[in-house]
Structures are given as structure tokens and as C-alpha cells.
């Protein structure tokens, strides 16, 4: 995805279970609204309400229905 | 109404007076961010520190507050994201608190923008049986950014009590008071078993409504112009360069020169000097406290004139920084590079924390993830970051000297230090964890929290500084007097002369830097000011008083954190890398006949 894209979470890969928990407690679950708000240096994103950094590795994790 | 009606209707609005055999004990949980500590002092009428970053409220904070005429007991727990599952540190102390046997009833305190994400901890902290209720904080933001939540339905549906607050005007807080005595153990109506985060979905589908969004856009267009590279370096210079005005122009260059000239060359230490000399007939004692090392005026002075102007401004600008959110947004642009250090963006918080205060700044590599990392920040910060005293120093003395003499500290320090960091992340057995983290939203703080954090930091130091620096100041007196600093300078000579070029004079500034960093360096600024050091020299002395080991407080600190072998390793590298890069600097400018 890149910025400015949206979309909604359609599920988080649980193939390393702290990062899926710690994804998971921030919100970022089956079904919430996704925001892209950049790419480059770092992936943030607006989910919900909420504004989240990760590194890219984390981004794979994430799976995502893009709308728009 | 009739006086029957009447009559209960007041006797519902009273609060329950119980006849307790101790004070109701009241426990706040929430997530991060979501205005605990601010619902905690209003309730206590207590002020608590307010902080965005993980970690922040280490402590537990515990208060007094009055509900109806009772007086109950008030516990302010960490911001968690889970009470099920999986937990942190934080998280693990929180639900210690919570089950036990000290709580009698839990306010959960929600972020009414955040709907999801409360309810799926309200959720969790279900699972802990005790009686809870809801408080709908920052309800006033949530309805700027286009959220309404029908409260009393979501209320009636969980079977819990939810009031609507406003935490920082002190709304919704009597409500709240007047809620505790209806506060259930929650049965029905929460998700059974572990599924809490879609019944959360389901639940604040089902109760909240957005509208399209008024305004709020500006801050979002802030937070893209600190966030993306192309806006946000510039603005990052933007703000180095202001914070150099406030601590090193302002802090150390003003308010220094008011408070030593004016103040302590002035009155205070002529003033001790002739007291002393007049009613004290011991020498000994004379000279120890207004002697050439006098606790009055060497101990004193430098913690007093010279140390506090600077440190005070930092943390005022550093509270700013943190409670406008720009701190973690810093993050985002570090990462990368931490990660290639064995750390990521999160580290970011202590770094620059320890540009005011090492000590301080390791104590909080605890909201670090793994044990390497924490141990690869305690290492980097003794080795590399400059405490706001020395770096002013170093921007007062090399300042004056040149840019480019500037220029060449700072990137054989950074230099180093990535070397190091890059080294140790290869070396070090054990993870990092990976980059997740929560940003803050971008606001203007409200002062009146960056003055009460200020003046708390200032508190905390001036506690743990003035103390060390008496101490630090009896050491050099006791070393003088037995004549072992002489003999320690002697022995330090051949390495400082020769390997490193300098004035015998600075062995001693060394070794005293050790008992208190900012002391060496005011030591190096009165050798710098006396036209004792070249300009090269100068160089190469702030590189290695920069590099060299942390003063005893940052050590003592680091042997708790860290334990002792590993302090003591540290403090083994740290010395052999300082003394390498000063004797190799000393030999490159020699050869290639460096001035500045």
C-alpha cells in the first residue's frame, strides 16, 4: 500500500505471536478501518483513531483489503 | 411532583455513605494516552506528571480522594493495551494490582476517540472480577473529530455504569464520584472467553456515530510536516537549533553569567570567604569550604551557577517537546538507523533524554523491550551522549572556537558511537524487539503540566546533584590534601601529555569528570576560558571528556540496572575507546597540522 491509500484490516498473521499481541492491544484487528499516512522511512498509519509507526517487517504481518 | 416522588428521587442522588472498616480503595486503568493521570488529579486534587511515552508512570502513584464524604484511597495504575494474554512489564504490575486483595473498585478510563480499543481492555479487565465503571474521558475531543457515543445505551448494554468526563476541565468528575457506588462486577454483556477484541468491533459499531469531520485538519497537516523526511529534517534542524538558543545561549551563556558573576562571584563567595576567615580560626575546615576546593565555593557554585541554569532549561524544553508529541514522531525518522545499532526508533526517548541528564536517561532504557537492547542504550549513552552541562561546554568552548571544530567532535562522537552500537548488536547475544509504536497526537502542551514536569525534573536533580557535587568537591579536597591528586595527576601525565597531546591540567579535569561529568567539564571550560587549551587541543579534550566514563551517579545507576559486571565492562570500554579516539585524534591533527 502507499500513502493515502485506506482500506480495513482483513487479518493479522500470527506467525510471530508478540508482534500479532502487540498489534492486536493497539487495535489493529479484523475488520478496523486503515489508514496509510506514509512509507518511507518508516510505515505509519492511522487505524481508527489511533496513529501507529512500525518498521516494514511488521507490515508484511499486516493484510489488508484496500478500498480506496 | 408529589412529596413521595420527591423524597426518593434525593435519596437516589445521595451518596452512599458506608460505614467502611477502611477507606474504599479505587484503582484507574486505562490504555496509554488517555488521560489517567489527569482524572487522577482531579480527583486528589493532587497534580501527577503527565507523560505521553511508555513507561512513564514507572511508579504506582497512590492519593487521597474525597467521594461524597468519604474519604478514599486512589491508585493510578501504568497505561496498558491488554490485561489478557500475553503481558508486559507494565501490564503484569497492572493486573497484580487489579486481582488483588488492595482494590475495591476499578475505574477504567476510556478515550471516547478510541471506543474500540477501550472496550476490548474494558473486556479483559472483566476477567478480573472486581467491581468496575467507565469513564468516557476527552468526550469533548471526540465530538470535535466527529464521534458521538450514545453513553447510556453502551452503559445499559455492558451493565456498567459510563460517565462522560472531560478530565482537564474537571467535567463529568462529580458524576463520576457519584457513579462509585453503582459500579458492578461486570457478567453479562461482556465477550465470554477470549474473543474481546471483535466483540470491542461489534460493540462500538453497534453505539458510536461519526459524522464527517469539522476541523482538525491542521493537525493532522502537522503531524505529516514533522513526520515525512523532506519536511520533517528541516524542521528537526529547526528545532536543535532552537533548543542551542534556549540551553546554550540562554541557559548556559545568561543565565549562568547573571547567576555566577552576579551572585556568587559577587556576594555568596566573598561574602563565605570572609565569614570563614573571621570566625573560623581552623584552616582546615576554612579551606574546606571556601578553599581552592571549598564546598562554598567550588561544590556549591558549580551546581548552583553553573550546572542547574542549564539543566533547568533543558528539561523545560525537553517537557515541551514530550507533551507536544514531537518526541516519538523523532522516532519514526531514527529507527532505521537503531536498527543497524541493535536497537529501534523507541530508543530515541532516552537518547535524547540523556542530552539532559545520562543518569536519568538510564533509568528509562527500562521501556525497552529486550535485555540486549537495554544493555546496547546503557552502553550508548555512557559512551556517546553528552549530559546538558557537558554540552553546553562543549558548545561554549568549541562554539567560540570554530564551526568546523564544532563539526569534528560531533562526528567522531556519533561516529563512534554507531561503530560501537553496530559492534556490540553483532557481539551481544540476544534480540531486538521490533518497531511498534503508538503516536501521541500533535498538540500545544498545556504549560501550566511543562512547568509542574520541569520543576519535579528540577527537584529530582538538584536532590541527586547537589549532594554528589558536595561529595564530589570533599573527594578533590581530601585528594588534595593528601597529596594523592598530585600523585594521580603524575601518573595520568604521560598518557595525557603524551598520547593525547593536552596540558597536564586535564588529568585532573578527568579524573574529576568521573565523581560528576558536568564537573570536569566546568573544569575544562575554566581551562578554556584561561587560554590554557588550542583550539585542536580543545578537540580532542571534549572528545575524550565525551567519550570517557559516565559520572558515579550514571555508574551507580548502571550497576542496578545492568548489575555490576556488566557496569564494569562498560566502564572498561568506554575508558579504552575514549583514550584510542583522543590519542588518534592527537596524531591526526599533529600530522596533518590541524588548527582551529
Known amino acids: 500500500m502507499s500513502a493515502g491509500d485506506r482500506g480495513s484490516v482483513v487479518q493479522v498473521l500470527r506467525d510471530n505471536p508478540a508482534r500479532a499481541d502487540r498489534l492486536t492491544a493497539l487495535g489493529v484487528t479484523p475488520g478496523a478501518p486503515v489508514r496509510v499516512l506514509q512509507t518511507f522511512p518508516g510505515v505509519v498509519f492511522m487505524c481508527d483513531h489511533t496513529e501507529v509507526a512500525i518498521e516494514p517487517a511488521v507490515a508484511s504481518a499486516i493484510l489488508v483489503e484496500v478500498s480506496g | ?596
Request: hydrophobic content about 55%; proline content about 4%.
Open chain 2, 1 to 596: 411532583m408529589s412529596c413521595a416522588q420527591a423524597a426518593v428521587k434525593i435519596d437516589r442522588k445521595l451518596p452512599l455513605l458506608k460505614l467502611r472498616a477502611r477507606p474504599l480503595r479505587i484503582a484507574l486503568v486505562g490504555n496509554p494516552n488517555v488521560g489517567k493521570s489527569v482524572l487522577f488529579g482531579r480527583l486528589t486534587g493532587q497534580y501527577a506528571v503527565v507523560s505521553n511515552y511508555p513507561g512513564t508512570t514507572v511508579a504506582v502513584t497512590k492519593g487521597r480522594a474525597l467521594v461524597g464524604a468519604e474519604v478514599c484511597d486512589l491508585i493510578d495504575t501504568p497505561g496498558v493495551n491488554a490485561l489478557d494474554g500475553e503481558l508486559s512489564e507494565d501490564e503484569l504490575v497492572t493486573r497484580g494490582i487489579v486481582t488483588g486483595d488492595d482494590v475495591d473498585v476499578v475505574i477504567q478510563v476510556v478515550d471516547a476517540r478510541n471506543l474500540r480499543r477501550g472496550l476490548m481492555l474494558a473486556s479483559q479487565l472483566a476477567t478480573c472480577g472486581k467491581p468496575m465503571l467507565l469513564a468516557l474521558n476527552m468526550i469533548d475531543e471526540a465530538r470535535s473529530h466527529g464521534i458521538d457515543i450514545d453513553s447510556a445505551a453502551l452503559a445499559r448494554r455492558l451493565g456498567v455504569p459510563v460517565v462522560e468526563t472531560v478530565a482537564t476541565e474537571g467535567r463529568g468528575v462529580a458524576d463520576l464520584r457519584l457513579a462509585l457506588s453503582d459500579a458492578v462486577v461486570p457478567s453479562i454483556g461482556f465477550a465470554a472467553g477470549r474473543e474481546h477484541a471483535a466483540w470491542a468491533h461489534a460493540l462500538a459499531s453497534e453505539f458510536r456515530l461519526e459524522r464527517p469531520r469539522a476541523g482538525g485538519r491542521a493537525q493532522e497537516r502537522l503531524g505529516q510536516l514533522v513526520r515525512e523526511p523532506l519536511t520533517g529534517l528541516p524542521i528537526l534542524a529547526v528545532v536543535l537549533y532552537l533548543m542551542y538558543l534556549a540551553v546554550g545561549v540562554f541557559g548556559a551563556q545568561m543565565l549562568v553569567g547573571v547567576i555566577e558573576t552576579g551572585v556568587f562571584k559577587a556576594f555568596i563567595n566573598p561574602g563565605a570567604v570572609a565569614a570563614f576567615n573571621r570566625f573560623v580560626p581552623l584552616p582546615f575546615v576554612r579551606d574546606l569550604f571556601v578553599g581552592e576546593y571549598g564546598l562554598i565555593t567550588m561544590g556549591l557554585t558549580y551546581a548552583v551557577a553553573i550546572v542547574l541554569p542549564v539543566v533547568a532549561t533543558f528539561f523545560f524544553v525537553f517537557g515541551f517537546l514530550e507533551d507536544s508529541g514531537y518526541i516519538p514522531r523523532l522516532a519514526i525518522f531514527s529507527d532505521r538507523i537503531f536498527r543497524a545499532m541493535g536497537l529501534n526508533g523507541k530508543a530515541v526517548l532516552p537518547m535524547v533524554l540523556g542530552l539532559g541528564c545520562d543518569t536519568m536517561a538510564t533509568m528509562t532504557t527500562r521501556i525497552l523491550a529486550t535485555k540486549k537492547e537495554r544493555l546496547i542504550a546503557v552502553l550508548l549513552l555512557a559512551l556517546g551522549i553528552p549530559c546538558s552541562a557537558q554540552l553546553a561546554t562543549i558548545l561554549g568552548i568549541l562554539g567560540g572556537i570554530s564551526f568546523a571544530a564544532l563539526v569534528t567532535l560531533f562526528t567522531v562522537v556519533l561516529g563512534q558511537m554507531f561503530l560501537v552500537g553496530f559492534l556490540a548488536a553483532r557481539v551481544l547475544p540476544g534480540e531486538r524487539s521490533e518497531f511498534i509504536l503508538e503516536m501521541p497526537p500533535i498538540r500545544w502542551p498545556h504549560m501550566r503540566n511543562v512547568f509542574y514536569k520541569t520543576a519535579l525534573r528540577v527537584r529530582w536533580y538538584l536532590g541527586e546533584a547537589v549532594p554528589l557535587f558536595l561529595i564530589g568537591t570533599l573527594l578533590l579536597f581530601a585528594l588534595s590534601r593528601l597529596g594523592w591528586l598530585a600523585a594521580m595527576t603524575r601518573g595520568a601525565e604521560p598518557l595525557v601529555v603524551g598520547v593525547l597531546g593536552l596540558p597536564a591540567k586535564t588529568a585532573q579535569v578527568l579524573i574529576m569528570g568521573f565523581l560528576r561529568r558536568d564537573y570536569g567539564a566546568a573544569g575544562l571550560f575554566a581551562m578554556a576560558h584561561g587560554g590554557q587549551l588550542t583550539g585542536a587541543q580543545a578537540v580532542v579534550a571534549l572528545t575524550v571528556m565525551t567519550l570517557f566514563v559516565p559520572c558515579v551517579a550514571n555508574f551507580l545507576v548502571m550497576i542496578k540496572e545492568q548489575g555490576a559486571r556488566a557496569a564494569f565492562a562498560i566502564l572498561a570500554v568506554v575508558t579504552v575507546i575514549a583514550i584510542g579516539t583522543g590519542a588518534g585524534l592527537n596524531a591526526a591533527f599533529r600530522v596533518l597540522h590541524v588548527a582551529f
